[in-house]
């Protein structure tokens, strides 16, 4: 694993950083592999994230969008991670639509969903043997309980090993979540983290030794490349 991180001034840098961080492994993987594979985050901090690719003149027709964690909600409920991306992103370029492979959300179950979540997935990397696809980037923000995509500390969706897809839980309200190790066979995980009050969470995550149950980002460690991009906020006490 080659783990890089950096600590940008503020929110706009954090999201310039990031913006130059994705097209260049775009352009790498067009160059490669013909298309580019990514699974977005939601919240508030890629949001401007997803704004600034919009304006770019890209491939679209190359690039096939995932997601990384959805909340069990229609894709048009206001909490819809897809619902998001399209409003900020996708409805403002002319990418196919058969290039956006959103959750389904609107299964009989969360657990039906993660599984055709799955299914899908293996499709369209042709994988049925017993190796995880690897997407080209994985985005990922952190809350300040370390938590990331919908991996919560001490839920039972931090045990899964043998699949792609799980429910996690938050709350009681169900999410389809990428596993750990189905992001770690990405070929690049970028965690985009904002704000002080994820600087105790990431004092455990960067720390030699803690408890992976309780601080989830820990068990991030892809095959290929780990970028932790953290605005001067989050990342003051890891600058020194």
């Known amino acids: 694993m080659n783990k890089t991180v950096e600590v940008l001034s503020d929110q706009p840098a954090l999201v310039a950083r990031a913006l130059e961080l994705i097209l260049s492994k775009l352009e790498t993987a067009i160059e490669q592999r013909g298309q580019f594979t990514i699974a977005l985050s939601g919240g508030s901090t890629p949001k401007p994230l997803y704004e600034a690719i919009a304006t770019q003149k890209l491939p679209w027709d190359k690039i096939h969008v995932f997601w990384g964690d959805e909340r069990y909600v229609p894709?048009?409920?206001?909490d819809s991670n897809e619902l998001m991306t399209r409003r900020a992103w996708l409805n403002r370029v002319d990418i196919p639509a058969t290039n956006v492979h959103p959750v389904p959300t609107l299964?009989?179950?969360?657990?039906?969903?993660?599984?055709?979540?799955?299914?899908?997935?293996?499709?369209?990397?042709n994988s049925s043997g017993v190796e995880f696809p690897a997407l080209d980037v994985i985005l990922l923000g952190m809350g300040d309980d370390a938590h990331t995509a919908s991996l919560f500390p001490h839920t039972e969706a931090l045990k899964v090993r043998d699949r792609l897809l799980t429910v996690g839980n938050k709350d009681g309200n169900p999410r389809i979540s990428f596993t750990y190790p189905f992001i770690n066979s990405a070929r690049s995980v970028i965690f985009l983290v904002a704000g002080a009050n994820k600087r105790p969470a990431l004092a455990q995550v960067f720390a030699p030794v803690a408890d992976d149950f309780t601080y989830p980002s820990r068990l991030i460690q892809p095959q290929g490349e780990l970028w932790w991009l953290l605005d001067a906020a989050a990342g003051l006490e890891l600058q020194h």
């Open 75 to 78: 894709p048009t409920h206001p």
């Open 107 to 125: 299964e009989s179950s969360p657990e039906v969903a993660a599984a055709k979540y799955e299914q899908q997935i293996k499709e369209f990397f």
